[in-house]
């Protein structure tokens, strides 16, 4: 059974950083595509990052792009998610995802992690 595990969330001020960290903990599972979603309360689940694992390629919201950044650790399957000069509008669960798929669309993924909850507020 594949899993993924978030990691990383928490308590911020405007213009702080935050590292989250996705564990792929079926060791025989080999991503092809990992990406990471976000939901603040009443909104809809949104993209923020896709992944494709075998290159490296990446794409970001357009909200997030220059501010967030990707990383892997291929050897222990870890997606990272560096965030930087963090906004109040990037407070929301954030969701590491995989699928067979590069796409920003939310079906297209078939594993999902619990969700790590950033808030950033002074």
């Known amino acids: 059974q594949v899993q993924l595990v978030e990691s990383g969330g928490g308590l911020v001020q405007p213009g702080g950083s935050l590292r989250l960290s996705c564990a792929v903990t079926?060791?025989?599972?080999?991503?092809?595509?990992m990406a990471w979603f976000r939901q603040a309360p009443g909104k809809v689940r949104e993209d923020v990052a896709v992944?494709?694992?075998?290159?490296?390629?990446?794409d970001y919201a357009e909200s997030v792009k220059g501010r967030f950044s990707m990383s892997r650790d291929f050897v222990n399957h870890i997606l990272y998610l560096e965030m930087n000069s963090l906004k109040a509008e990037d407070t929301a669960v954030y969701y590491c995802?995989?699928?067979?798929?590069?796409?920003?669309?939310?079906?297209?993924?078939?594993?999902w992690g619990q969700g790590t909850q950033v808030t950033v507020s002074s």
């Open positions: 992944f494709r694992w075998t290159d490296g390629y990446t």
């Open positions: 079926e060791r025989t599972f080999s991503p092809r595509v």
């Open positions: 995802a995989a699928g067979p798929t590069f796409s920003r669309l939310v079906d297209l993924y078939d594993y």
